[in-house]
């Protein structure tokens, strides 16, 4: 059960990862994400950038795992993502970055139509609603992203925000 309004704020936050709402986090809600985003990009799967994006889901998945699954049954239930990783996590965002960076840095090369190395914020906004956002939040969250309003949204930007958001209830 979760104990304090600060928890409640983080639990809620769960569903993004629970991708197909059994419950559960597990490797193929990872999996799930970056089909996703392929099919949206029109990106191949056997491509550098497709399998660049199911390593970096493969990476995610194993470092949360690696924090969370206290029960090692492959499967991260609600209340082992409250008590287990975001507890550990708040204490070091850093290391959430880093377990979630090889996914992002995929993420937007797979939206980065112009391969500049910065996806616009429109390209940002669709990776966000292939990950469960709903769209005017979306859009608003691609917006914030841009910390430098340049209407590009680059992997610190995004790595940075990503962490924060996963780890600072507030």
Known sequence: MVSTESER???ARFATFDQDGNGYIDRADFSSAA???LT???TTARCDKGQALYNGAE???QGMAGIADRDGDQRITRDEFVHGAVKRLRDNPDRFAEIARPFLQAALAVADADADGAATVQETARVLRCL???GDAADSVAAALDGDRDGRVTESEVVTAFARYFTVPE
């Open 9 to 11: 704020r983080v639990a």
């Open 35 to 37: 089909k996703t985003l």
């Open 40 to 42: 949206e990009f029109g």
């Open 59 to 61: 990476a995610f998945w």
């Open 132 to 134: 469960g956002i709903a």
